[in-house]
T-cell receptor
């Protein structure tokens, strides 16, 4: 039962262009969403988050959009840089201070 | 301020042996979470602990797996009688407060069962 889905296993983008990573969820009880970035042989690193009471959150080059009616969120990276090449995980939580449910991840490759 | 420290980084065990994975949270963090990542999959929640207490173990397999976070020392994830299907990367994360979702992950322990 995959409650958080990242349907694109990989994405390739030219340096300087926009990267858009997508995530869908099925559990309407989710009220907090996060994006993590992971390099090989390292742990995930928190990137950006959004509460269900908002539809957009921005932090520098990273913006997360939440569409609750569609149960969809996306991460926009503008402009993309080669150092952004990593695996990006979408995660969600329905329980305050408790566990996160992760998607399977999307491999982003930014070509210079 | 050191991050979340996990050791060992790599662990090889034969089927039937025990595996012990250690996690030292960041200084000042009293909440610890364990996640497992199987090949080609996302991270799956296993257990959430505070000092001396298991808060949520809903993701732990019913048998062979246990976790603790004693008053002193690191959190330990223990897997008894390992099987090939236990081969995975095990990540620990810590946070200062409950509800702080941007918690910090360690670099993980990669367990290989041969």
């Amino acid at each position: 039962d995959q409650q958080v889905k990242q349907n694109s296993p990989s994405l390739s983008v030219q340096e300087g262009r926009i990267s858009i990573l997508n995530c869908d969820y099925t559990n309407s009880m989710f009220d907090y969403f996060l994006w993590y970035k992971k390099y090989p042989a390292e742990g995930p690193t928190f990137l950006i988050s959004i509460s269900s009471i908002k539809d957009k959150n921005e932090d520098g080059r990273f913006t997360v959009f939440l569409n609750k009616s569609a149960k969809h969120l996306s991460l926009h990276i503008v402009p993309s840089q080669p150092g952004d090449s990593a695996v990006y995980f979408c995660a969600a939580s329905a329980e305050y201070g408790n566990k996160l449910v992760f998607g399977a991840g999307t491999i982003l490759r930014v070509k210079s | 301020n050191a991050g979340v420290m996990q050791n060992p980084r790599h662990l090889v065990r034969r089927r039937g042996q025990e595996a012990r994975l250690r996690c030292s949270p960041m200084k000042g963090h009293s909440h610890v979470y364990w996640y497992r990542q199987l090949p080609e999959e996302g991270l799956k929640f296993m257990v959430y602990l505070q000092k001396e207490n298991i808060i949520d173990e809903s993701g732990m397999p019913k048998e062979r797996f246990s976790a603790e976070f004693p008053k002193e020392g690191p959190s330990i994830l223990r897997i008894q009688q390992v099987v090939r299907g236990d081969s995975a990367a095990y990540f620990c994360a810590s946070s200062r407060d409950r509800g702080n979702y941007g918690y910090t992950f360690g670099s993980g322990t990669r367990l290989t069962v041969v």
